[in-house]
Structure formats: structure tokens, C-alpha cells
């Protein structure tokens, strides 16, 4: 079966610093594997996903994620945090006979100005 | 936004209310969803719809009912609901329903059942 885990619910970090939002995942086969983020009283909104090829993936936002097998991990990474980066962060897995997308509980991101 | 919109935005029924929930996707896309976003649990997949069909029902209560009567337009209509069900509903779309295909989501239905 497939899942998801985000083993932090929150994350905080001062504006300026890197960041990064931890999420491992287990799926028999290949996995494709996505970011979304959720601002309050809004949908989640596509940031990246990883399909095959480079294990560093670059997203919107200045966000990037690295795809790690061994570790069957995939870790959303930010160089310099902003403030307006405050949101609900969601790993999500699919492996490649799949229909449905499993969402992990997500984490919260807070950044201090 | 993403090019799916849903409404209302907000809704609050009583638990004998009959209600729907509408969702339009602007994208071109053949498969539509609906989710629930509960607090403090991951998101639940309720139902999956492709090409107009049917594809996966999450065992979901029958008091929910979905509808797609074209590949832009999906429904989800309530009846005798439980204040259990009180939850954000999402939907989203995709070009097709499996593989790498990223879905795109609409903003939500925050619903309140009293």
C-alpha cells in the first residue's frame, strides 16, 4: 500500500534562513511524487513534482525538492524563506499503476520576519 | 487560481437539507475530484470521475451523491448530512487520471452541518 509521512506538523524558520519541509514516502515500484501548498481559506496549489530523471527538482516559488531513493525520501527546500511562504504543506505519492494521489497530514510553515 | 472554481465558497444546512456543491474546470481536462479536508487528517479521496464515468467511490456514505454530466462540470449533492460531515470539500482536476499527471485544485467548499 501506499503512504505518505510528514514527521513535522510544524516548521519554523526566520525569514532569510533555508528551509526545509521533511517528507518520506512507500510505494511499490517507481513513485511520482508532488508538493502542493495551502494558504488559509484557499485550494491547494501545485508547487513540483518529481516523474523520472534528475533527482533535484525546481519548482514555482523558488521552492525545490530533492528525490532521494535510497532513503525514499523527497524533502522540500527553499534557499532564503519569506514571510509570504507561511502556508500548509502537503507531500503527496502516486506510484505508476495508481489512480489515486495519498496525501500526507501535511505541515505547517512559519516564518518569522 | 488554478482554473477550477467551485461553489458556493460557503455553505452551512441543516442536517435535513438537501444541498449541492458545483465545480467547474476551465483547463481542457477529462478527470475531475472530489476530496474532504478535515482538520488534523490527511485529505480523503472521495470520488474520482473520467471521461464522465464513474472511476472510484471511497466508500463514501450514500447521503453523498456526485454528478458529472460533462468532463468541465462535477456535483456533489448532499442530503440528510451529519455535523461529522462539516469538513472543506475540495475539488480538482487532471489531464488524465493516472501516471505523472498533476491535478489542479479548486479553492473549496467550506461546509458547516448543524
Known amino acids: 500500500a501506499q503512504s505518505v509521512a510528514q514527521p513535522e506538523d510544524q516548521v519554523n524558520v526566520a525569514e532569510g534562513n533555508p528551509l526545509t519541509v521533511k517528507c518520506t514516502y512507500s510505494v511499490s515500484g517507481n513513485p511520482y511524487l508532488f508538493w502542493y501548498v495551502q494558504y488559509p481559506n484557499r485550494g491547494l496549489q501545485f508547487l513540483l513534482k518529481y516523474i523520472t530523471g534528475d533527482n533535484l527538482v525546481k519548482g514555482s516559488y523558488g521552492f525545490e525538492a530533492e528525490f532521494n531513493k535510497s532513503q525514499t525520501s523527497f524533502h522540500l527546500k527553499k534557499p532564503s524563506a519569506l514571510v509570504s511562504d507561511s502556508a500548509l504543506y502537503f507531500c503527496a505519492v502516486r506510484d505508476q499503476a495508481g489512480t489515486a494521489l495519498i496525501f500526507g497530514k501535511g505541515t505547517t510553515l512559519s516564518v518569522s520576519s | 487560481e488554478t482554473g477550477v472554481t467551485q461553489t458556493p465558497r460557503h455553505l452551512v444546512m441543516g442536517m435535513t437539507n438537501k444541498k449541492s456543491l458545483k465545480c467547474e474546470q476551465h483547463l481542457g481536462h477529462n478527470a475531475m475530484y472530489w476530496y474532504k479536508q478535515s482538520a488534523k487528517k490527511p485529505l480523503e479521496l472521495m470520488f474520482v470521475?473520467?471521461?464522465?464515468?464513474?472511476?472510484e467511490n471511497n466508500s463514501v456514505p450514500s447521503r453523498f451523491s456526485p454528478e458529472c454530466p460533462n468532463s468541465s462540470h462535477l456535483f456533489l449533492h448532499l442530503h440528510t448530512l451529519q455535523p461529522e460531515d462539516s469538513a472543506l470539500y475540495l475539488c480538482?482536476?487532471?489531464?488524465?487520471?493516472?501516471?505523472?499527471?498533476?491535478?489542479?485544485f479548486g479553492p473549496g467548499t467550506r461546509l458547516l452541518v448543524l
Open positions: 480538482a482536476s487532471s489531464q488524465a487520471t493516472s501516471g505523472s499527471e498533476t491535478q489542479y
Open positions: 470521475y473520467n471521461f464522465k464515468e464513474q472511476t
